[in-house]
């Protein structure tokens, strides 16, 4: 029981940490990695999958974002968006294999507004995320860094 709802936990938080919601998963995920309850392979592919799935929200996100551009509630400006756009047309999809990093969360939104093929999205996306939690997973085994 402790390792489903810790899972579920985990994946929760993965998927609201990856939306524009400003929420850290890496906490939890080092927390649950370090009380030895649960496998890190397995830590690693369910706050992988959440933090993925919550990335394809942002993407869903930019894909309506358009049709609201002229309304003044809008939080960027006209030139702000075509901006972003210049920006991702210039580093094309590649730049969403840093989408775990700072920021990288409006990378997936704009992806979305480019209207990024879905499943190159969440291929790349996947790589970034499943690659950073390796990573945080090593380094708290202290195998690595």
Do not use: C, H
């Not at 996100?61 to 960027?76: D, M, N, S, V």
């Not at 075509?82 to 939104?109: C, H, N, Y």
């Not at 499943?119 to 202290?142: C, E, M, N």
């Amino acid at each position: 029981m402790v390792v489903a709802s810790s899972l579920a936990g985990l994946f929760a938080v993965a998927f609201v940490a990856a939306t524009i919601v400003p929420l850290q998963s890496e906490i939890l995920f080092v927390a649950l990695q370090l009380a030895g309850k649960v496998e890190p392979w397995l830590l690693v592919l369910v706050a992988s999958i959440g933090n993925t799935a919550g990335s394809v929200v942002n993407y869903a996100l930019g894909r309506g974002i358009t049709r609201f551009e002229q309304k003044k509630w809008f939080p960027a400006t006209p030139a702000q968006m075509a901006k972003a756009e210049t920006w991702f047309a210039r580093w094309g999809v590649w730049v969403l294999l840093v989408s775990w990093a700072p920021g990288g969360d409006v990378a997936t939104v704009v992806a979305g507004g480019m209207r990024t093929n879905l499943a190159l999205f969440v291929l790349l996306v996947g790589i970034a995320k499943t690659s950073r939690y390796v990573g945080l997973a090593l380094i708290t085994a202290g195998i690595w860094g």
